[in-house]
């Protein structure tokens, strides 16, 4: 048994509960480097406890539509931005929080030149690239020696959904 879950296209507002949406709108907001690069400044609100912020790389085998969701996870320490390090979208899955449980899921198609970044106890999918390579720049909370605290909760569905194809 699984239920349906439909794709939607990614959106500022429609992401915004679940976290940010970073992309280049409009002007930006200084020139820099001989007036050869423009800035976006502070696209993403970073947000963690403890440890300390870090930049690691992930490299994720892509994967396909439809798409079975079993399991969600989120961080309760910190939030955690994918960068895709490709010209290519990537799929997105977040839910809200019902009672310590993730609620329905949403399911977001971003584009090339999208990255997202979750809010500290967001529910979320796995990393799901749906084209080769599936190397992105993750930047999230790092632990530190000592630190025994646990940023990581998964849920498993009893029930999957199943994340279709576009129409």
């Keep these: 048994m699984t239920r349906p879950l439909h794709t939607e296209p990614m959106t500022r507002d429609a992401f915004a ?21 423009g800035r ?8 963690f406890d ?13 994967r396909a539509l439809p798409y ?4 969600m996870e989120r961080h309760p320490l910190g939030c955690q931005a994918f960068v895709p390090m490709t010209q290519h979208g990537f799929l997105v899955i977040v839910a809200p929080d019902e009672g310590g449980k993730p609620g329905t899921p949403r399911a977001f198609l971003t584009e090339a030149g999208q990255a997202i970044n979750f809010h500290r106890n ?32 998964e849920h498993w ?6 994340v279709a194809k576009p129409e």
């Excluded at 509960?17 to 690069?37: A, K, R, S, T």
Aim: charged share 20%; net charge negative.
């Design 68 to 71: 079975t969701l079993d399991m």
């Design 17 to 37: 509960p679940f976290g940010d949406l970073m992309q280049i709108e409009g002007e930006p907001d200084v020139m820099i480097n001989q007036g050869m690069c």
């Design 122 to 153: 967001t529910w979320h999918g796995v990393l799901t690239p749906l084209h080769a390579p599936g190397l992105f720049a993750v930047i999230d909370r790092i632990a530190t020696e000592g630190d025994a605290a646990d940023n990581l909760e």
């Design 157 to 162: 569905f009893d029930t999957t959904w199943t």
């Design 50 to 62: 403890g440890g300390r912020m870090g930049v690691s790389l992930f490299n994720a085998t892509p």
């Design 40 to 47: 976006y400044h502070d696209k993403a609100h970073i947000d």
